[in-house]
């Protein structure tokens, strides 16, 4: 680990009390593994306290639920100011000390939420931290490869994040969509689902231990040594005169903010390093996977933020996950053409609307690969709570809605 980070996994933290110590930093990420049943919700706030003393004010890294609104809480005092799921300390000072403060909302069966875990990653950005200039070994692992770009066109391209929790989970053996993620994940004052938090806290609801971190080259080897892909955040452009963003070779476009997979890492004829990624980015998922050099990967990612998702150690608590639910389609009575959506033979009621927040027709025209989002789709629509299927042959379908559930339909 470089000198300018810490790194710490605080086990099933108490609500209130223990304070937790880590290297001098200025900028503070935080992630946790929760179970969260239907209805209630959870929220992590800390507070730090400075090296020259005294503490900030209460942070909240946002109310989340698989199944409900989720909504960041930006907010900022004298001291420090947090942006979506990032606090930064300001005026050059530095904090050494994390409390936390564990707030949750009971659900009218009178379930609690279950904090797993709290995982707090610190950095001095102000600070070079010294790491290895080359990976260690050439070691790779598969991880499926999906572009963001033929996804739901309302949202493809701004669901990077998504998309890769989506491989990191698919790689685990789970069978879900980029756009279930996408819309669970959704942060309502955020307006988009790149928080950082809510990406790893939605594959922890999957049962796993997911968060993020600032990570080198070594715990990138040593995630793929575990058989895990990592996500990382990058900026780069695939311009060599575009002296504004880090240049990589091979890269599908130009980006000021991004998240992809590292899968590997390989070593030329040559001599030279080449990372293995699955970028999502790439216009199709036939092109997914790319090898990026290694100096210019380096320069490209973003404050080495890391995306990690690992099998807990013991088996945790999945009843509390996105589901999928079984549902029929039966002409609309309003209008003809248009289909209502039936579950245990009650109307479904589903928002309006082509993009967040709102529902996802996603209908499979050709089946591929062995999970459901290796296959071709086209899309419908929905308007006032009536879905218009694709002008195109389908096998079956999914209606994903802003509330952790997808229903499923398989065509008769």
């Known amino acids: 680990m470089p000198s300018n980070t810490d790194f710490l996994k605080i086990e099933r933290p108490e609500s209130l009390g223990e304070l937790?110590?880590?290297?001098?930093?200025?900028?503070?990420?935080?992630?946790?593994?929760?179970?969260?049943?239907?209805?209630?919700?959870?929220?992590?706030?800390?507070?730090?306290?400075?090296?020259?003393?005294?503490?900030?004010?209460?942070?909240s890294w946002g109310v989340f639920s698989p199944y409900d609104e989720r909504r960041s809480v930006n907010a900022q005092d004298e001291f420090a100011a947090l942006d979506t799921d990032t606090l930064r300390i300001k005026n050059g000072r530095l904090a050494d000390t994390v409390q936390l403060r564990i707030l949750s909302k009971r659900n009218a069966q009178g379930e609690r939420p279950a904090l797993r875990r709290v995982v707090l990653a610190a950095k001095n950005a102000s600070?070079?931290?010294?790491?290895?200039?080359?990976?260690?070994?050439?070691?790779?692992?598969?991880?499926?490869?999906?572009?963001?770009?033929?996804?739901?066109?309302?949202?493809?391209?701004?669901?990077?994040?998504a998309t890769t929790i989506a491989m990191l989970l698919n790689q685990k053996g789970e069978n879900v969509l980029p756009e279930e993620i996408a819309l669970?994940?959704?942060?309502?004052?955020?307006?988009?689902?790149?928080?950082?938090?809510?990406?790893?806290?939605?594959?922890?609801?999957?049962?796993?231990?997911?968060?993020?971190?600032?990570a080198t080259l070594d715990d990138l080897v040593e995630e793929l040594r575990r058989g895990n892909a990592v996500g990382v955040s990058v900026r780069y452009t695939n311009d060599p005169k575009d002296d504004t963003l880090p240049y990589v070779e091979n890269a599908p476009c130009s980006t000021r903010g991004h998240l992809m997979v590292v899968c590997g890492f390989r070593t030329a004829s040559n001599g030279r390093q080449f990372v293995l990624v699955h970028d999502p980015a790439a216009p199709e998922n036939e092109t997914v996977e790319r090898l990026y050099p290694l100096e210019q990967f380096l320069d490209a990612w973003q404050g080495r933020v890391a995306y990690v998702v690992r099998r807990e150690e013991q088996a945790a608590h999945c009843d509390y996950r996105p589901r999928r639910a079984p549902a029929e389609l039966r002409p609309a009575q309003e209008e003809s053409g248009l289909w209502a959506l039936y579950a245990q033979g009650k109307r479904a009621a589903l928002p309006d609307g082509e993009a967040f927040p709102g529902a996802i027709v996603a209908c499979v025209t050709q089946e591929r690969g062995e999970r459901t989002a290796d296959s071709a789709f086209a899309y419908g629509e929905i308007s006032r709570g009536l879905i218009r299927l694709p002008d195109c042959a389908w096998q079956r379908a999914f209606v994903i809605a802003n509330c952790g559930v997808t229903y499923e339909i398989q065509r008769c």
């Open 20 to 59: 937790y110590t880590l290297r001098a930093f200025d900028t503070l990420l935080l992630s946790f593994c929760a179970d969260v049943p239907m209805g209630s919700t959870i929220e992590v706030q800390a507070r730090v306290r400075l090296v020259d003393g005294g503490f900030t004010a209460w942070f």
């Open 184 to 214: 669970t994940c959704y942060d309502s004052a955020y307006q988009g689902c790149g928080n950082w938090s809510f990406s790893t806290a939605v594959a922890a609801s999957y049962g796993y231990d997911a968060y993020v971190r600032f």
């Open 127 to 161: 600070m070079e931290g010294e790491e290895p200039l080359s990976a260690c070994e050439d070691v790779s692992v598969e991880a499926p490869a999906y572009s963001q770009m033929v996804r739901f066109p309302g949202i493809a391209h701004v669901i990077c994040s």
